[in-house]
């Protein structure tokens, strides 16, 4: 992409932290990104991730996926991670995306599914984690099968299936090095910030069980035969010249 | 593999129709494969597709996983593909394959994970159909959960883990062609051969059942939004010197 279209302009609805933003920025050095999420929070610290990297083609603004804040027409790629499946209606984000994107454009949505989530060796709270996270986001409308169903969710916005291009991957985690990453990130998610705070708002769970879960992540990282993978789909949609 | 090294010694254990066996063989055109399955009746049928493909460094033998008849050291790779989740301790296979392969030597094994088998749209028959081939393979001692265990395998049987390189993949099936492919596979499995009779004869399922889910499989393959994806991990060991 760097070397063949340095100028496009990239919308990523649902940022998040930026990170993959940031690094869409930096494939399209003479062109920009635009980044929204719906909380302003987490913009803060996506902007500061890409002034450490002195990243200067990227913007990030607060805006709501299903009434994006732009014209027709307006990107040659809008792009989603792992947002739809918190989304009621995420085909009318997609019919959103579709709008924004130009003629000829692509629509880029990629989705995990959570009930493929492999975890070995599977433990109490591990387990317990996994539902939690997955209750918080049933109680917010979302649903955790989303990989399962983006194909579904792209016809649903309108687009021909003729224009849906689809793929399936995976990410996981094996190695010491992986699973000690890994393992970090989900006791910061457990013990700090925006899960932990939804998850007891929601009363799905206390804090004592919270504190063994991110006991049993960091335990898993230590084991030899830890693993974790999970089954991601794509989907990319032409919108119509 | 067929530039760097085409006089392997392959064994391919498990073989069943022999797609993989007679794969591997064209891989290695000075070398030769074995390839064994513990039932005698569908060596016919991998005979039959090696000589239609007028392959001849492939051989077709009976024999045992968990008892291979093959004297230590005896191959530069040994290969396992969707057979030790059908084991009732498939460390003993990996065991087994790690005392004939030379020293140096790579086993290889891929085992899917049937639990995280997306299949969309979700129908009545379409889920009858994934229990019954997870209660098939659990009435026969085995485990579905194959792949998320694949590592704590090879462990048990008795690789060090700085040996043992593990990956997921996934399998999918999207397109109009692959569920043509993939459906006309399943209704054949349904309506005939060892999957029918295994499933009546464990009275785990009933000829009408069965008949509805292979028409299931043939509505499926017609709807734009059907799709089916499962992740699959691999290990490869490296056989100390």
């Known amino acids: 992409m ?7 302009a990239i919308l990523d609805v649902g940022c998040g932290s930026g990170s993959i933003s940031t690094t869409l920025a930096q494939l399209v050095p003479r062109g920009h990104v635009v980044a929204i ?4 929070t987490v913009l803060l610290r996506a902007q500061e991730v890409a002034d450490e990297l002195n990243v200067r083609n990227v913007v990030f603004n ?9 014209a027709d027409n307006s990107f040659d790629i809008s792009h989603c991670h792992q947002m739809l499946l918190y989304l009621q209606a995420p085909w009318d984000a ?6 924004v994107t130009k003629p000829g454009g692509l629509v880029a949505a990629r989705e995990g599914d959570m009930d493929t989530e492999c975890v070995w060796p599977e433990t109490p709270e591990l387990l317990m984690f996994h539902n939690l996270a997955a209750n918080l986001i049933a109680a917010g409308g979302g649903d955790v ?9 792209a016809l649903k916005s309108g687009a021909d299936r003729s224009r849906i291009v689809t793929s399936y991957s995976t990410w996981s985690y094996s190695t010491a090095e992986e699973k000690r990453f890994w393992a970090q990130g989900m006791a910061d998610l457990i013990r700090q910030g925006r899960f932990r705070d ?11 069980e919270l504190e063994r879960m991110a006991i049993a992540w960091q335990a898993w990282k230590t084991q030899e035969d830890a693993t974790l993978a999970m089954v991601s789909s794509e989907v990319i949609i032409q919108k119509s010249l």
Chains 1, 2 share one sequence.
């Open 198 to 208: 939804a998850a007891l708002t929601a009363r799905l769970t206390t804090e004592d």
């Open 2 to 8: 760097k070397e063949k279209n340095p100028e496009l």
């Open 145 to 153: 099968r989303g990989g399962r169903q983006l194909l579904s969710w």
């Open 62 to 70: 607060q805006g709501d996926a299903l009434k994006l804040p732009f």
């Open 94 to 99: 997609l019919r959103e995306m579709l709008r």
């Open 37 to 40: 999420d719906l909380d302003p």
